[in-house]
């Protein structure tokens, strides 16, 4: 039994995917095994074309997020700090993805550089349906006095 938890703040749905009971994942399933046992319940947002923005889409749980959110039907926008690593990133995930994905530099110890990529979002994308805060900042800068 699946249940579906969500949740509106400001025109901002936040969804969980409960699993209750037996499910046949485990520690060895991949993100392609978990779409599969809950595509029927995925929410309407994701499956007709949603945009998602995911940090730290080039490597790691953000570029196998962002190929999963792709193939559950999603627009993507993989987010990274090093433009090229997010375009070898996009490249991995095959020649389908470059039509529904795009590589958006962003680098979060920067101020300035979130502001111009959530401009340049609004602006090309104009609605985010989903947004996967994935990527970790490891050191803050230190305070100015």
């Known amino acids: 039994l699946n249940l579906v ?10 969804v969980s995917i409960l699993s209750v009971g037996a499910v046949s994942l485990g520690a060895k399933s991949t993100a392609a095994d978990v779409l599969a046992a809950h595509r029927s319940i995925l929410p309407s ?10 940090t730290g889409a080039n490597s790691g749980i953000g ?4 190929r999963t959110l792709l193939d559950a039907g999603c627009h993507v926008v ?3 700090r090093d433009f090229t690593a997010g375009l070898a990133a996009l490249e991995d995930m095959g020649t389908e993805a470059a039509s529904r994905a795009r590589v958006q530099t962003l680098d979060l110890a920067d ?10 979002i609004a602006r090309r994308e104009g609605k985010v349906s989903l947004l996967l805060n994935n990527a970790g900042v490891m050191a803050t800068p230190s305070s100015r006095r």
């Open 78 to 80: 993989l987010c990274s």
């Open 111 to 120: 101020l300035a550089s979130v502001k111009a990529a959530a401009d340049e």
């Open 5 to 14: 938890v969500s949740i509106m703040l400001d025109n901002l749905a936040i």
């Open 63 to 66: 570029a196998e997020a962002a």
């Open 45 to 54: 947002y994701i499956i007709r074309g949603g945009v998602a923005v995911v």
